[in-house]
């Protein structure tokens, strides 16, 4: 079995957990594959029976491995994007960062984890992609999200004037700060802090969510996602940002996006211990009696 790991950085305080991770996957015969630059910053504090093959992109990847480990946050795992795009290579989130609703799996858990996906107590979470299109794109081939595409004013003091299409039926002008299409995954995310509702991951729809409406009537409203989605975008502010996950680039008013599932899917290794509502229950603290 071969394992490729990914990370960003890596805390003093996480040492001992993934060293713990590293014994565990030698000690079971895997061949691991890590990313350099990770590689790089780990190697003088972590110990490896055998040195790694490292990766810089997904081309450096063995076709024979079969599964990729996130080691950090949601961010980190955001990260992994352009590396298992169209190479169906699953992912697992080891959370060494705040929150992870993405990598669930909690660097105490690391033992029981690996050992539910060494004997396959797992599933696989093919969540839906968003892909963004419009002329002049400065995203290259990386023009799809996970969690969102946000459009954000660059000018505090203004707002944008957002018309939304769906399938080329007119829904809404949006007078707002910015305007988010999440995915059911980026429903606990941006929009979720902007008001928009948690949808679970297998739903496939897509939520609108409006930043800061100037018409407090406005509400998110939820979509299928094999919608396509319009978006144009005009006003008094020529500039403003589109941000696909945390990847963002400035733009120019008018211009029109167009929005729609991608082709393909990000697929997530959930060990069956690291169940959807016991994740959000445990993170947003439902039922938690904090009075006292």
Not at 44 to 64: Q, V
Not at 153 to 167: A, G
Request: charged share 20%; glycine share 6%; with cysteine.
């Amino acid at each position: 079995m071969r394992i490729a790991l990914f990370g960003t950085r890596l805390e003093s305080k996480d040492l001992t957990h993934i060293q713990q991770l590293i014994t565990i996957l030698e000690s079971s015969n895997a061949s691991l594959t890590v990313y350099a630059p990770f590689y790089k910053s780990i190697r003088e504090h972590l110990t490896f029976l055998k040195e790694p093959h490292c990766f810089h992109g997904k081309e450096d990847i063995p076709t024979d491995t079969s599964f990729l480990l996130s080691i950090g946050g949601d961010g980190t795992m955001l990260g992994t994007l352009p590396f298992v795009h169209d190479r169906k290579l699953p992912v697992l989130g080891i959370n060494t960062g705040r929150l992870g609703f993405l990598s669930s799996v909690s660097k105490d858990h690391i033992q029981k984890a690996l050992d539910e996906i060494f004997a396959g107590g797992y599933t696989l979470d093919r969540r839906t992609l968003l892909r963004l299109n419009c002329a002049d794109n400065p995203f290259g081939d990386i023009n799809y999200a996970l969690n969102e595409v946000s459009i954000n004013k660059s000018d505090p003091l203004v707002m944008l004037n957002i018309k939304v299409y769906v399938n080329e039926q007119y829904l809404n002008t949006y007078w707002a700060d910015g305007l988010l299409v999440a995915t059911a995954t980026g429903s606990t995310a941006y929009s979720m802090s902007c008001g928009g509702p948690i949808i679970t991951p297998g739903s496939h729809c897509f939520v609108i969510t409006p930043i800061a409406s100037h018409n407090l009537s406005v509400r998110p409203i939820v979509i299928p996602d094999e919608s396509v989605i319009r978006i144009h975008i005009t006003g008094r502010e020529r500039s403003y940002m589109v941000g696909l996950d945390s990847r963002r680039a400035e733009f120019n008013a008018p211009t029109d996006f167009m929005l729609k599932r991608d082709h393909v899917t990000f697929d997530m290794i959930s060990p069956r211990s690291e169940e959807f509502f016991n994740t959000i229950r445990e993170k947003l603290m439902w039922g938690l009696d904090i009075r006292n």
